[in-house]
């Protein structure tokens, strides 16, 4: 069903010989609702010390249908490291995704500030620039996204809110335009190892003949910790 398998058996790897300080395995379902597109990926998650990577595998059923004759849907690893002081934390990162129809590299600058007189509150910025290259020979496509991240914690609770910014260099991405936008909040609990979560985002439909238009996509997800 997979062709990679062996990035996650990778990354197992490392978890089983227990030289990690932190991991969690995660699972998340997608729906979209104009266009009716199920999809859903399972990620692990490490760190030691300040450096963190992490392994995903995304799959979709035929056609988009809910988990029907699944199908391999790419691949993502990503690797960093985080600077901190005192309540700031500065984290470079270099994500690569596979796919089908090629391969995207995504180096990436976040930084975090967590407030003092607000317990829990926490504000981050990110830049991070797409280069895609296509497995077909075709020119690579570069793209810009700048987020905007606020993140909330109460006691077994976390709210998120996500904000999306791109800008492509020489193709139309969103109405016509080189520009596009996504905005995204998110709940979990997280009562112990077991930490359940959903996501809605505002999303565009990605149809040729109905480019101006968004869409919903809901995500539910469970995270565990070990």
Do not use: C
């Amino acid at each position: 069903m997979f062709k990679h398998s062996s990035l996650m058996l990778l990354i197992g790897s490392a978890l089983v010989a227990g030289q990690v300080s932190a991991a969690s395995i995660d699972f998340r379902h997608e729906y979209r609702g104009k266009s009716e597109q199920h999809s859903s990926r399972v990620k692990i998650n490490e760190s030691i010390g300040n450096l963190y990577f992490s392994g995903e595998l995304k799959f979709k059923g035929a056609d988009g249908k809910f988990m029907e004759d699944l199908q391999n849907n790419g691949w993502e690893f990503d690797w960093g490291y985080r600077f901190r002081n005192g309540n700031w934390t500065l984290q470079p990162g270099m994500p690569i995704e596979g796919r089908s129809s090629g391969m995207t590299y995504k180096p990436q600058l976040r930084l975090t500030y967590a407030f003092d007189n607000v317990e829990g509150l926490t504000l981050s910025g990110r830049y991070r620039h797409d280069f895609k290259t296509y497995s077909n020979g075709n020119s690579t496509d570069k793209r810009h996204r700048v987020t905007g991240n606020v993140g909330y914690r109460i006691n077994q609770w976390q709210f998120g809110l996500e904000m999306n910014y791109y800008k492509a260099e020489g193709y139309d991405l969103y109405d016509g335009k080189d520009t596009n936008y996504e905005n995204n909040i998110s709940i979990r609990y997280r009562p112990g190892a077991w930490s359940p979560y959903v996501e809605f985002g505002d999303v565009n439909y990605n149809r040729k003949d109905a480019s101006d238009t968004r869409e919903l996509r809901s995500r539910v997800g469970i995270t565990y910790s070990f």
